[in-house]
């Protein structure tokens, strides 16, 4: 493999390799919010990805969980490709033919396989999902009853909103001042949620598991008493399934383990595999807050996404995605805690952390990448894996071999300086 590593070239050489191998442009033309990449990817098929040398990858990351059923699947490329020759966009000024059946098949979702009597708002992406639940709650509520409560290292999105929502202090510094409204607590912590709340509370917003804070699940205990509190107290239990939706954890939504109600479920990164679209679903007593012209997207719930999002939902339901993230993450679980050097691996079904013992994770995730496996570093010490719901035995074996070796080479090297 002969990615370019940050030893042998700068940064900024790096990025624009990565970029534009070919163009031979002088100088990076993309903004430098992203760190530099490693690899240029051309191409993918299932769970493999190929970049612009030709070198095969198994990529366990999928797009940060967004390619469930692997690159280029069939279903989902005969949709895009069909719907794109027909109709494209029109506005939401007008009716169109897939999004009703969409939402038709999210509520069947949320009610793990019978109507959950809910309405969904159709966007573009998960922070614009998460936006619409937070103006939701905030017209559900009322004049000065407006506070969100989420939890610290949750992870909402990153519009001002959304950013301020986000449990992470440090990425808030730069960006001040946040729109107001907004209330963090300890995660899994019930008692100091309750000790949050007062009559300014709209809405307790929450993810099932912390994705990007740690792949964190929540205990039952938590979810439960949340549901509890907010029926005493007529606030609305908001999930943020935008990672956790869709097949990934082994059920429909993450909420379904803990056997709770939410009142919103805001969800994106599967939903499209790929094409972006996100939602955001409520019961309908509580979307009936919103009146005609209280919120609105130009390209939200367009042909083009809801024709994807369709192709996706009938195929997790013809294969029975949560059962194969069910079966396939129990297998790779019980595979990678017997790795030297791992200490846990936590998560649910196909979403999991593989906690490190001593050894720096991003080390082990470049490793991966050189060594074609695509996983990335979600802390300082976990090794996060979200690979296509569609995987099989033969990619666990390969990817935990893979993994394995990657984390002695990191140890080795670090020991022989
Ligand atoms: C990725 C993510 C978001 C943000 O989604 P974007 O599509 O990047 O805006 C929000 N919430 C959670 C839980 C996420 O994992």
Same mark, same amino acid.
């Given at each position: 493999?002969?990615?370019?590593? +940050?030893?042998?070239?700068?940064?900024?050489?790096?990025?624009? #390799?990565?970029?534009?191998?070919?163009?031979?442009?002088?100088?990076? @033309? =993309?903004?430098?919010?992203?760190?530099?990449?490693?690899?240029?990817?051309?191409?993918?098929?299932?769970?493999?990805?190929?970049?612009?040398? /030709?070198?095969?990858?198994?990529?366990?990351?999928?797009?940060?969980?967004?390619?469930?059923?692997?690159?280029?699947?069939?279903?989902?490329?005969?949709?895009?490709?069909?719907? +794109?020759?027909?109709?494209?966009?029109?506005?939401? =000024?007008?009716?169109?033919?897939?999004?009703?059946?969409?939402?038709?098949?999210?509520?069947?979702?949320?009610?793990?396989?019978?109507?959950?009597?809910? *309405?969904?708002?159709?966007?573009? +992406?998960?922070?614009?999902?998460?936006?619409?639940?937070?103006? =939701?709650?905030?017209?559900?509520?009322?004049?000065?009853?407006?506070?969100?409560?989420?939890?610290? *290292?949750?992870?909402?999105?990153?519009?001002?909103?959304?950013?301020?929502?986000?449990?992470?202090?440090?990425?808030?510094?730069?960006?001040?001042?946040?729109?107001? /409204?907004?209330?963090?607590?300890?995660?899994?912590?019930?008692?100091?949620?309750?000790?949050?709340?007062?009559?300014?509370?709209?809405?307790?917003?929450?993810? @099932?598991?912390? /994705?990007?804070?740690?792949?964190?699940?929540? %205990?039952?205990?938590?979810?439960?008493?949340?549901?509890?509190?907010?029926?005493?107290?007529?606030? $609305?239990?908001?999930?943020?399934?935008?990672?956790?939706?869709?097949?990934?954890?082994?059920?429909?939504?993450?909420?379904?383990?803990?056997?709770?109600?939410?009142?919103?479920?805001?969800? #994106?990164?599967?939903?499209?595999?790929?094409? &972006?679209?996100?939602?955001?679903?409520?019961?309908?007593?509580?979307?009936?807050?919103?009146? @005609?012209?209280?919120?609105?997207?130009?390209?939200?719930? *367009? &042909?083009?996404?809801?024709?994807? #999002?369709?192709?996706?939902?009938?195929?997790?339901?013809?294969?029975?995605?949560?059962?194969?993230?069910?079966?396939?993450?129990?297998?790779?679980?019980?595979?990678?805690?017997?790795?030297?050097?791992?200490?846990?691996?936590?998560?649910?079904?196909?979403? $999991?952390?593989?906690?490190?013992?001593?050894?720096?994770?991003?080390?082990?995730?470049?490793?991966?990448?050189?060594? /074609?496996?695509?996983?990335?570093?979600?802390?300082?010490?976990?090794?996060?894996?979200?690979? &296509?719901? %569609?995987?099989?035995?033969?990619?666990?074996?390969?990817?935990?071999?893979?993994?394995?070796?990657?984390?002695?080479?990191?140890?080795?090297? +670090?020991?022989?300086?």
């Amino acid at each position: 493999m002969t990615t370019p590593t +940050s030893e042998s070239i700068s940064p900024v050489d790096a990025h624009r #390799a990565a970029v534009s191998p070919d163009a031979g442009l002088d100088r990076c @033309p =993309l903004m430098p919010n992203y760190g530099p990449p490693a690899v240029q990817f051309v191409r993918g098929e299932g769970p493999y990805l190929w970049d612009s040398r /030709g070198d095969v990858y198994l990529d366990f990351l999928s797009g940060l969980a967004v390619t469930s059923l692997g690159h280029s699947h069939p279903a989902v490329a005969a949709a895009v490709a069909e719907q +794109s020759q027909r109709l494209l966009h029109v506005s939401n =000024l007008y009716a169109t033919e897939h999004n009703a059946v969409v939402a038709t098949m999210l509520d069947q979702a949320v009610g793990d396989g019978d109507p959950a009597g809910g *309405q969904v708002f159709f966007c573009n +992406s998960g922070a614009e999902a998460n936006e619409a639940a937070i103006k =939701l709650a905030r017209r559900f509520g009322g004049h000065g009853r407006h506070v969100v409560v989420c939890a610290f *290292q949750s992870f909402h999105g990153r519009t001002l909103a959304t950013l301020a929502a986000t449990g992470q202090p440090q990425k808030w510094e730069a960006f001040q001042p946040l729109p107001e /409204g907004f209330r963090h607590v300890v995660w899994n912590d019930l008692d100091e949620l309750e000790r949050s709340l007062d009559e300014t509370v709209a809405a307790i917003f929450l993810e @099932p598991v912390q /994705g990007e804070g740690g792949v964190n699940p929540a %205990t039952i205990e938590y979810f439960q008493g949340v549901e509890r509190i907010c029926r005493e107290r007529d606030i $609305l239990f908001m999930v943020d399934e935008v990672q956790t939706g869709l097949g990934r954890t082994g059920r429909w939504f993450g909420f379904q383990h803990f056997d709770v109600s939410p009142d919103v479920i805001t969800m #994106a990164k599967a939903l499209g595999n790929g094409v &972006p679209i996100g939602a955001c679903w409520a019961k309908a007593d509580v979307a009936a807050s919103f009146s @005609p012209g209280d919120h609105a997207t130009t390209f939200g719930g *367009q &042909p083009l996404a809801t024709a994807a #999002a369709r192709a996706v939902l009938s195929t997790m339901k013809a294969i029975d995605a949560p059962e194969r993230a069910r079966s396939m993450g129990a297998a790779i679980s019980e595979a990678l805690v017997k790795l030297p050097r791992v200490t846990e691996c936590r998560g649910l079904g196909l979403l $999991l952390a593989v906690e490190l013992d001593g050894v720096d994770a991003k080390l082990v995730a470049a490793e991966c990448l050189k060594n /074609g496996l695509v996983v990335n570093a979600v802390t300082p010490t976990a090794i996060r894996l979200a690979p &296509p719901l %569609t995987i099989e035995e033969s990619h666990i074996a390969e990817a935990v071999n893979k993994l394995a070796g990657c984390i002695e080479a990191v140890v080795a090297a +670090s020991e022989s300086i």
